[in-house]
């Protein structure tokens, strides 16, 4: 896609009725700046807050999260199923990519713009056009390491429910144990309560 192919796919967007654009409708009635100046300004704001701006790591993590959320919730409302596949498949890469990042951050935190890239990869992986990364590393990577190990990680889930299960099972009787011997203790120290002080009346009479 061109760029001019981009800019009128944005322009359309912009052009459309929600409140996103109302709020740029003001600011161009009152300013004078058109809608398309008004998003590549934003942009250039997050990009440069992105490489040197302070909680970096919080605006990439939001861009990742908050219009995929979004787009998720109508995907669902949606009677069009190609959506709720699209975004699945988003949130299976977002969720693999960032099991990676959690045991390499060590190292991946000395790239430098480290942030940004990472946000580009994800509007990379987001993008509703046929080039879409989370299509593409789905099905070249993830898709065939889950069909090649599928029998053996539904195996191991299995097992890991049973023993789940069976430590539930115990702590349930461990605590109902308890609690019976709680409850006869008790008993035990009302009747001896009961029985001193009635051999002390007895003595004192």
């Given at each position: 896609?061109?760029?001019k192919?981009?800019r ?52 990439c ?11 998720s ?5 949606s ?6 596949t ?10 693999a ?12 935190f ?47 889930l299995d ?15 461990i605590?109902?144990?308890s ?12 009747s ?14």
């Amino acid at each position: 896609m061109s760029i001019k192919e981009w800019r009128e796919k944005l322009e359309k967007f912009l052009a459309e009725k929600n409140s996103f654009t109302d709020v740029l409708e003001k600011i161009e009635h009152k300013a004078g700046v058109p809608r398309l100046y008004q998003i590549l300004g934003l942009g250039g704001i997050v990009i440069f807050w992105l490489i040197i701006g302070y909680g970096a790591q919080f605006l990439c993590n939001f861009i990742g999260f908050l219009y995929p959320a979004y787009a998720s919730v109508k995907a669902i409302e949606s009677s069009n199923k190609d959506d709720d596949t699209q975004w699945l498949t988003y949130w299976v890469v977002y969720s693999a990519f960032s099991l990676l990042e959690f045991f390499t951050d060590i190292f991946l935190f000395w790239i430098p713009f480290y942030w940004l890239l990472k946000c580009v990869f994800l509007l990379y992986c987001m993008a509703p056009a046929a080039w879409n990364g989370s299509a593409l590393i789905y099905t070249r990577l993830l898709r065939p390491f889950v069909l090649k190990y599928e029998k053996d990680i539904d195996e191991a889930l299995d097992r890991t429910a049973g023993l789940a299960r069976e430590a539930v099972n115990e702590v349930q009787k461990i605590m109902t144990d308890s609690k019976k011997s709680a409850e006869a203790l008790s008993k035990d120290a009302v009747s001896s309560a009961v029985k001193h002080r009635v051999d002390n009346s007895l003595k004192t009479d």
